[in-house]
């Protein structure tokens, strides 16, 4: 087990949409996942935010109030998400000290296949939810900053590269 590097946006592979997993055993990578996002200490993390272009996230909503709820998914997808939308603030590993308002469905249905290769499926609400689509969104190149205004995402982002100089 080991923690791996965590990219820093504007790194070029966050922009990029990963590949899917398929029947790929990716237990080793997964606990250097695990590993790493409570070391950082956050509640998600995405494959391409350590480098690896695979749909693959890691995410433990629980974790920092004393509720260990690990969960590893492997080739993720939404199969149903509420209409109603929630807003609210999202950080990012990637790129830190540069919160977001993001609107979000208030619930979704995920469907990822686990480390033992069953499909499983769940019902996510709130910010089980908002995580699952902030890592989602990772596998697919996009970041907060693509999520909110042009106005707003100038202000952050701007403010962000500027402190990174």
């Given amino acids: 087990m080991s923690v791996l590097p ?11 949409v990963c590949v899917p997993v398929g029947a790929e055993d990716l237990s080793g990578l997964i606990t250097d996942m695990f590993e790493t996002m409570y070391d950082a200490p956050g509640r998600g993390l995405a494959a391409p935010q350590v480098g690896v272009l695979k749909r693959v996230f890691v995410m433990d909503c629980g ?32 790129i830190p000290d540069a919160p977001a308002e993001v609107a979000r469905p208030a619930w979704v249905v995920l469907r990822w296949t686990g480390l033992d ?7 996510l609400d709130g910010f089980e939810a908002k ?7 990772h596998l697919d190149g996009k970041v907060i900053f693509d999520r ?10 701007g403010a962000y ?5």
């Fill in 6 to 16: 965590i990219l820093i946006w504007p790194d070029p592979r966050l922009s990029q």
């Fill in 161 to 165: 590269l500027e402190a990174r100089q």
């Fill in 117 to 123: 290769g069953a499909v499983q499926q769940r019902r």
């Fill in 131 to 137: 995580c699952a689509l902030h890592e989602l969104d």
């Fill in 148 to 157: 909110i205004s042009t106005e707003d995402r100038a202000r952050i982002e």
């Fill in 63 to 94: 974790w920092k109030d004393g509720e260990m709820m690990p969960l590893a998914c492997i080739d993720p997808e939404i199969i149903e998400a509420s209409e109603e939308v929630a807003v609210g603030p999202e950080g990012c590993l990637s």
